[in-house]
């Protein structure tokens, strides 16, 4: 019976409605997040839309009232690949892995509409749109570094004759200057 009465006070404690408040969030109506100065707190959700399939693909969207929309689809598909067993040894074999596709549309705080696209499989992330900026085309030709011939200065060569122990004038018979 004891324990009834303890759970039961734990579930009415568990089910009582805190009293904290995060520190600058105030409680709103739904549709908007709630923090202050959010000029952003208007924005609903207008479409959404998330499919899993037991292939292991997906596909989601939404849409907000802002005309911001994303949408997103992943396909599970074979690799090369590595995989590591339990020692650490390497194989080279065909794994799993998915290649996703998407695309986003916004219209920055300047009033441009910017669409980007993307895809990233085994090719790595390859983003596509108007607003991504471009590596310059060089349609000059690169000067290249002059060549000068000229010689090297060379040290005179000086006579040589081993000093120290071991060696003598009888036991060495090079030249000596």
């Known amino acids: 019976m004891k324990l009834f009465v303890i759970a039961a006070v734990l579930a ?5 409605p805190s009293s904290y408040v995060t520190p600058g969030y105030a409680p709103s109506s739904y549709g908007s997040s709630g923090y202050k100065d959010n000029k952003y707190g208007g ?5 959404q839309s998330d499919e899993r399939n037991l292939d292991g693909s997906s596909k ?3 849409a907000g009232s802002d005309y911001t929309t994303r949408e997103e689809s992943q396909v599970q ?3 090369q690949g590595t995989s590591y067993d339990s020692y650490g040894k390497a194989t080279y074999e065909d794994v799993m892995g998915n290649t996703n596709r998407g695309s986003s549309y916004w219209v920055s705080p300047e ?3 910017i669409t980007l696209t993307w895809t990233a499989d085994e090719n790595g992330f390859q983003p596509k749109g108007d607003h991504l900026p471009v590596a310059p085309v060089h349609e000059y ?3 290249v570094a002059p060549v000068h011939e000229y010689e090297l200065p ?5 006579p040589y004759s081993r000093t120290g122990p071991g ?11």
């Open 154 to 158: 060379v040290a005179p060569a000086l």
């Open 141 to 143: 030709e690169l000067p």
């Open 111 to 113: 009033g441009q509409k």
């Open 12 to 16: 009415v404690a568990a089910a009582a």
């Open 167 to 177: 060696y003598t004038s009888t036991t060495y018979s090079g030249s000596r200057y």
């Open 43 to 47: 924005i609903t959700i207008t479409s």
């Open 60 to 62: 989601w969207s939404y």
């Open 77 to 79: 598909k074979k690799l």
